[in-house]
């Protein structure tokens, strides 16, 4: 199965600055990769799909980028409310998988 | 708005089975494939397998096949989840997730809020 690797595991970052999240598939996924924001005790959300479509609703700040084995998620001005687990998945190999998660947590 | 919401905590000792429910409401139930999605304590989400609403079909990870039965009642728009032989190692939140894409793959949008299945003696 593709193995879908995040890093770093946690990243420190202050209100305001730019967050710069890692995702990279063990095998080409073209651009079927998903990211998806947790946060404790509530359903998962979806932000990104097709690796650069925002979802409905998602604010601007959130961007991603990257084709074949190397993506990035953006958030290009934290604000309180998006410090949380991030995690990429990708659907372009059977079974979809995803990757282990990186924490943004305030600096 | 759409939504699924799943039902309540559950705690099982080793050996038992669990049933947990997945309601949608906003959209056409048959409409849209339903996953099932675990994530243990300090691990990653887990892809599990789905149910075609419409057809009743379904389709497991291997490591879950013969353990798994997904079902549905589309009276009522719910989705159900049945995991047997329960160990310690289930211990995990199991979401629900509506499926967008087309065989088996593609991205999950909305999620249930997440059920915790605590396996303890």
């Known amino acids: 199965e593709t193995v879908m690797t995040q890093s770093p595991a946690t990243l420190s970052v202050s209100p305001g600055e730019r967050a710069t999240l890692s995702c990279r598939a063990s095998q080409s996924v073209s651009s079927n990769l998903a990211w998806y924001q947790l946060k404790p005790g509530q359903a998962p959300r979806l932000l990104i799909y097709g690796a650069s479509t925002r979802a409905t609703g998602i604010p601007a700040r959130f961007s991603g980028s990257g084709s074949g084995t190397e993506f990035t998620l953006t958030i290009s001005s934290l604000q309180s409310e998006d410090f949380a687990v991030y995690y990429c998945q990708q659907y372009n190999n059977w079974p979809q998988t995803f990757g282990q998660g990186t924490k943004v947590e305030i600096k | 708005q759409v939504q699924l919401v799943q039902s309540g905590p559950e705690v099982k000792k080793p050996g038992a089975s669990v049933k947990v429910s997945c309601k949608a409401s906003?959209?056409?139930?048959?409409?849209?494939?339903i996953h099932w999605v675990r994530q243990a304590p300090g691990q990653g989400l887990e892809w599990m397998g789905w149910?075609?609403?419409?057809?009743?079909?379904?389709n497991f990870a291997q490591r879950f096949q013969g353990r798994v039965t997904v079902t549905r009642d589309t009276s009522i728009s719910t989705a159900y989840m049945e995991l047997s032989r329960l160990t310690s190692d289930d211990t995990a939140v199991y979401y629900c997730?509506?499926?967008?894409?087309?065989?088996?793959?593609?991205?999950?949008?909305?999620w249930g809020q997440g059920t915790l299945v605590t396996v303890s003696s």
């Open positions: 149910i075609n609403p419409n057809s009743g079909g379904t």
């Open positions: 997730a509506r499926f967008h894409g087309d065989y088996g793959l593609g991205w999950f949008d909305p």
């Open positions: 906003g959209y056409t139930f048959t409409d849209f494939y």
